[in-house]
């Protein structure tokens, strides 16, 4: 009985937060026991019937023939599949204009882009995805910094997991600049940037000297560039061609830089070099490219993926919200899977590899005991196109309810009532069998088509 | 025959791929653990005997003759060649003659670029047949045609001809009219129409013009044969079109002029108007299919759009067909299909939006869009359920012939 | 028309040789490009015509002798598509799509150096032709590198099936209204581009790729046009459509391109039976790259009978002038080429360029 009005009580809690009434506070004191038909716990091998224990928003214990604690309030999903929330390592939908129309603004920062009530956020939470990096986009050649957050809250400052996250290097040319120029306009900024260091240290060494005051406050703007020299941040560095891969290496060797490469559709021809470094990569939502064979004049399907894992590259998979095809996680996945990808592999690229490429392995991407507990109650399978996500806990906290999910509703269902049906015998009657009713018929008793003018 | 020796035997068809000249394996048998042939109900392991590029035969228990080469694919699931009914790509130079708003003569098939990438990459997603229309720029843009994607000659390729008279309502032709582009000396801008208002009266006037001639028993110019074809009911009129909108003004042209047979194509708001459509027995070719408005056009005639657009429509009675529509290129429509039916369409209504719909919709079914003795041998070969995410096209064959192999990569546009 | 090419014509030359009474070629093999290669073989050249070709043949009186013993003679090449002296902006006249009564050769620049040029590349006839920017231009002339230049003022109409006749405001946009177009002007007999059919000119249908070749053969069935086909794209995709027909195949320069399925193109063409030629859509490739692409054609498998055949015969009957040209043979116009080698053999230099019996170039060493 105690279990039951507890169990009443955390949906009551959970419909809260649904309906958004509430600002979200510190995280729920409760131990809460999620009873799973499956746990996909992504670390270690697949639990039926396996049990969740979640205790202050972190997963406090995870198995089989677990002891649900006596205070703990249960969320029975014995017909349901359990498995972390989604992690998508690079974004930058959901925040409008994704770039600043300037080549080098590393001091803007996606979290004042970031929309916490766009339709994508919406989107994101819906279809399972609870982590992600809000990073400027691939226009500019120092974009900014990014900004992890997860997909539930009301305000930037309640989404963000970690601020400060990553800085965005694009080295594809804006406009009709070259990539010469736009390396060299890369290289030249890092040369100001030494000679700024080098007169700061001189003033700094000057004033000590002479043990006048000194302002020890570092250009603003240029703070993102020295953490990442000192590397304090590392360059998701999209590269939109193969060979860019190789100028992002030189990059990073140049001026000990730590990457990611954010990887343009047809970057698959970097596979060897990227296995050779072991970085793993962010791939492009086309998942396949065609190339056209020009002896043979053919077409040829590279799967990117499969490319990437026969090279032994890990990848993080990402969405294009805007299309079709390529909307969800799940969907990118499953798709891996048909192209000969193994299952675990496939999820571990939208779970536990992204986490790792945006430094939180610590906290998202898995079910272990001390991570922050995000996770999916799925109808099924998570690669099954017949499953929804049912509902999303993130941080221990009931965020999201298919079955309270009026929008969802409103997605599939007809928008306005339908018109009322015509009593029989009117005349918009579906004209059927006999003769044409133009021919025979007396010119001059047809209707002329209104505003017919002689052209 | 051992697996071995069909394996040897299933390379040396892929290396003949689907053109070049007849060879000893014009006997094909496709062995499979599904069969989904749309005219029955599925078979769970069975045989698709080909001969000299038809189906003869669909079974579990007969023996297959000797000297044929087999294909068979563990756990695969046999389906007919997937059908893309709108498609507006594998065109030489302009799909539309914009030297004038109502081109009913226009026939689109000799724009058509047989041997275009798009189709080498359209067969590899499982694409057999498409129904190639003219492009939007003209009111009445003229017919279609119906070709295969992979065939050693243009009569091999060639399904049918023409079959419709295709109408653009919406914004699509009046793009770039309203001021007149810098041009050379002969330069035939300014065209009409400017204006949705325009569009209808190009149309309206173009239909009145003919149907007044048919009235008087006038000699019809070449170009209004087609339309007078259309008000006679032997032709079927296809609107393209997005908003609710111009589904109403487009049922109100067919009562107006006694057009018996419509099709309405694109249609991304029809679901708003499934029960008027399915009552007046329209059947519709959707696509392109969106979750959000991608172009201007879409987002100011089409924002509203319904993931479930399909099933609404199916569910009301309407025959729907998919079609990629101005995508610009071939679109996977295996994943249009497991998406549409994650969002609410029916299996079978979601199977029969790439297969035997499309075909009856295109007037083709003798042919296409099923497997029964006597159809063409368009068959994909899928990993797994043609419904889930996880399957992947393995092998496509084309009239009898293998013209995709994944194991291989091969695809047979090579030869020509 | 013919002014303007005698004046430019004489401009060109390198102080042609007239030599009225005649002209004896003798002692190296002779490839007469209808047979085998006659060695110690002689061709003899009286008023501009080929007299008499063989082993015997002995200079009449007053005939000037040459002896190339060791060397080797053939027909002069004949380019049956080329745009030589046509500057690259003004390859294709717009204003109208179908242009019967356009005068190809009004825009022909002969002080230039490509056609001076051109004289050294053993190139003796060419059809002179514009862009492909219209459905249908025409008449085309044969023209002669040499001091009468018009074999033939009215050789070919150009007609173009693709879409680099299609401009975007101009009638047709599309390829359906420009065949419409096309089988509208070719098939109106009273009109210019009828009277020209009906002079003999021969259609040079340029297409590109399969698709358009097939729908330029359909053109061309379909009409019952006296015709060639200017293949663009890979040959080696066109044999088998092409195998079997009697229709000269016209190859651009295979200098623009070394993938195989170029190269083995006019050799698998010619295996089947087709009549292939060479052009080099000059200002695409220059007159001197002919040979190169029959050359390069030998090193891809076709048989150097075959190729040299090519880069005469086949580039006459695609010009509608093989019973002027494209063969030493009695009654032939004298056209002639001394190479120091084997015709194909490039290290062997052009020696000397006869047309019409008289010299236009020959090869003073450095």
Not at chain 2, 63 to 92: H, K, Q, S, Y
Not at chain 2, 286 to 312: C, F, I, K, M, Q
Not at chain 2, 344 to 355: Q, S, Y
Not at chain 3, 100 to 112: H, L, Q
Request: aromatic share 4%.
């Amino acid at each position: 009985m105690v279990r039951a009005s507890r169990c009443a009580a955390v949906i009551a809690l959970a419909a809260a937060w649904v309906a958004g009434t509430g600002a979200q506070d510190a995280p729920v004191r409760e131990k809460i026991a999620v009873k799973a038909g499956k746990i996909i716990p992504i670390s270690g091998p697949d639990i039926e019937n396996g049990i969740i224990v979640i205790q202050d928003g972190r997963i406090a214990a995870v198995g089989k023939d677990l002891e649900v604690p006596w205070d703990a309030n249960v969320i029975d999903a014995a017909d349901k599949v359990v498995m972390p929330g989604y992690v998508e390592a690079h974004t930058s939908s959901g925040m409008g204009t994704p770039n600043e129309r300037v080549l080098e603004v590393p001091f803007v920062s996606a979290k004042d882009g970031v929309d916490p009530k766009s339709v994508f956020m919406e989107d994101s939470l819906r279809d399972g995805v609870t982590t992600m990096l809000a990073i400027p986009g691939n226009d500019t050649l120092l974009g900014g910094t990014g900004v992890a957050i997860k997909t539930f809250g009301l305000t930037v400052e309640e989404l963000l997991v970690r601020d400060y996250t990553g800085l965005k290097i694009s080295l594809q040319p804006r406009g009709d600049s070259s990539r010469m120029a736009h390396l060299a306009r890369f290289r030249k900024y890092m040369a100001d940037l030494d000679r700024y260091l080098g007169e700061y240290a001189d003033r700094k060494a000057d004033a000590e000297a002479a043990k006048k005051p000194f302002d020890e406050e570092l250009d603003p703007q240029k703070q993102p560039m020295i953490d990442l020299k000192n590397g304090l941040l590392s360059a998701f560095v999209y590269c939109p061609e193969a060979s860019d891969v190789v100028k992002a290496f030189e990059l990073a060797d140049e001026y000990k830089l730590k990457i990611v490469p954010v990887l343009g559709p047809r970057c698959y021809k970097a596979a060897g070099l990227l296995a050779r470094r072991g970085l793993p990569a962010i791939l492009d939502s086309a998942l396949v490219v065609w190339e056209t064979n020009e002896d043979t004049e053919t077409e040829e399907m590279k799967v990117v993926p499969k490319i990437m894992a026969d090279a032994g590259v890990k990848f993080a998979l990402q969405r294009d919200p805007n299309n079709y095809e390529t909307r969800y996680l799940w969907m990118a996945a499953a798709r891996c899977v048909a192209y000969g990808i193994s299952r675990e592999e496939a999820l571990k690229s939208v779970t536990l590899y992204p986490a790792e490429i945006i430094g939180l392995a610590d906290r998202v991407g898995s079910l272990e005991v001390g991570k922050d507990a995000n996770l999916l109650i799925l109808t099924g399978d998570p690669l099954d196109a017949q499953t929804w996500v049912d509902q999303v806990l993130i941080e221990g906290k009931v965020c999201y309810r298919r079955a309270e999910d009026e929008r969802l509703k409103r997605l599939l269902e007809e928008r306005k009532p339908p018109p009322e049906e015509k009593p029989p015998g009117d005349e918009a009657k579906p004209p059927e069998g006999g003769e044409a009713p133009a021919e025979g018929a007396p010119a001059d008793k047809e209707k002329p088509p209104a505003g017919k003018a002689e052209p | 025959m051992s697996r071995m020796a069909a394996g040897v035997l299933a390379v040396g068809v892929t290396a003949l791929a689907c053109a070049g000249p007849a060879s000893a394996a014009d006997v094909l048998a496709v062995k499979a653990a599904h069969i989904i042939t749309m005219v029955g109900p599925p078979l769970d392991g069975g045989t698709v005997l080909i001969r000299d590029g038809k189906v003869v035969r669909i079974g579990r228990d007969f023996a297959i003759p000797e000297g044929a080469a087999l294909i068979e694919v563990e756990g695969g699931t046999v389906m007919p060649g997937l059908i893309d009914a709108n498609a507006m790509f594998a065109f030489r130079g302009e799909p539309n003659e914009e030297s004038e708003e109502i081109t009913p003569d226009f026939e689109v098939l000799q724009a058509i670029d047989r041997d275009s990438p798009d189709l080498k990459r359209a067969v590899q997603l499982g694409i057999t047949t498409l129904r190639v229309a003219p492009g939007n720029a003209n009111v009445i843009a003229g017919s279609g045609a119906v070709i295969k994607s992979c065939g050693p000659s243009l009569e091999s390729v060639l399904v049918k001809e023409g079959g419709q008279l295709k109408v653009v309502m919406g914004n699509d032709s009046t793009g770039g009219n309203a001021t007149p582009r810098s041009g050379r000396p002969t330069s035939f801008y300014y065209r009409q129409p400017t204006t949705r208002m325009g569009v209808v009266w190009l149309l309206r006037q173009a239909l009145f013009r003919v149907k007044t001639a048919l009235g008087k028993g006038e000699a019809l110019t070449p170009s209004d044969t087609a339309i007078a074809e259309a008000l006679k009911g032997k032709l079927p009129v296809e609107i393209s079109l997005r908003s609710a909108v111009d589904v109403e003004t487009a049922f109100e042209v067919m009562d107006e002029f006694g057009l018996r047979r419509l099709v309405l194509v694109g249609c991304p708001e029809g679901y708003k108007l499934s029960r008027e459509i399915a009552r007046r027995g329209v059947p519709v070719i959707l696509g392109p299919l969106y979750a959000y408005p991608r172009t201007w056009r879409e987002a100011s005639e089409a924002p509203d759009v319904s993931l479930n657009s399909a099933g609404l429509l199916a569910q009301a009675g309407v025959k729907v067909a998919l079609g990629s529509g101005d995508g610009g290129g071939p679109v996977d429509l295996l994943a249009w299909v497991v998406l549409t039916h994650r969002y609410g369409l029916p299996r079978e209504a979601a199977l029969a939006a790439v297969t035997t719909n499309a075909a009856d919709i295109l007037g083709v079914a003798d042919r296409v869009g099923s497997l029964a003795p006597g159809k063409d041998a368009d068959l994909v070969i899928l990993t797994g359920d043609p419904l889930q995410a996880t399957s992947r096209v393995d092998k496509v064959i084309v009239n009898g012939r293998v013209a995709y192999d994944a194991q291989s990569g091969a695809s047979a546009h090579g030869e020509g | 028309m013919s002014t303007r090419w005698l004046a430019a014509g004489t401009l060109a030359l390198l102080g042609p040789v007239a030599l009225g009474a005649g002209l004896l070629v003798r002692g190296g093999t002779v490839w007469t490009g209808t047979g085998e290669a006659l060695e110690g073989g002689a061709v003899l050249i009286r008023d501009g015509k080929v007299a008499a070709v063989g082993r015997d043949v002995t200079a009449p009186q007053g005939v000037r002798t040459i002896d190339v013993t060791g060397k080797h003679v053939c027909p002069g090449f004949v380019d049956p598509h080329s745009s030589l002296g046509l500057p690259t902006w003004e390859m294709d006249e717009t204003v109208e799509a179908v242009a019967a009564e356009m005068p190809v050769d009004a825009a022909v620049w002969m002080d230039r150096p490509e056609v001076r040029d051109a004289v050294s590349s053993g190139v003796t006839t060419l059809v002179l032709a514009p862009g492909g920017a219209n459905l249908l231009v025409g008449p085309c002339p044969a023209l002669k590198l040499g001091p009468s230049p018009v074999l033939k003022a009215e050789a070919a109409i150009k007609v173009t099936v693709g879409p680099s006749a299609l401009l975007w405001d101009r009638k047709p946009t599309s390829l359906p209204a420009l065949l419409d177009m096309l089988r509208g002007a070719l098939s109106d007999t009273e009109g210019p581009v009828g009277r020209l059919v009906a002079g003999g000119a021969i259609a040079q249908v340029a297409c590109d790729g399969l698709a358009d070749a097939e729908r330029a053969l359909g053109l061309i069935d379909g009409l019952h046009l006296k015709a060639a086909l200017l293949l663009g794209g890979a040959p080696s995709r066109a044999v088998d459509l092409l195998a079997g027909r009697d229709l000269p195949v016209v190859l651009p320069s295979l200098a623009l391109t070394p993938r195989d399925k170029f190269l083995v193109g006019p050799g698998q063409l010619a295996g089947r039976g087709v009549k292939v030629a060479f052009a080099s859509f000059a200002p695409a490739t220059q007159e001197a790259d002919l040979r190169t692409s029959a050359a390069l054609a030998v090193g891809a498998g076709m048989s150097p009978a075959a190729a040299l055949r090519a880069l005469t015969l086949g580039g006459a009957e695609a010009g509608g002038v093989a019973d002027r040209v494209g063969s030493l043979e009695i009654g032939k116009d004298g056209d002639l080429v001394v190479a120091a080698r084997e015709p194909l053999d490039l290290s062997g230099a052009i020696e000397l360029v006869v047309v019409d019996g008289e010299i236009i170039y020959e090869r003073v060493p450095q």
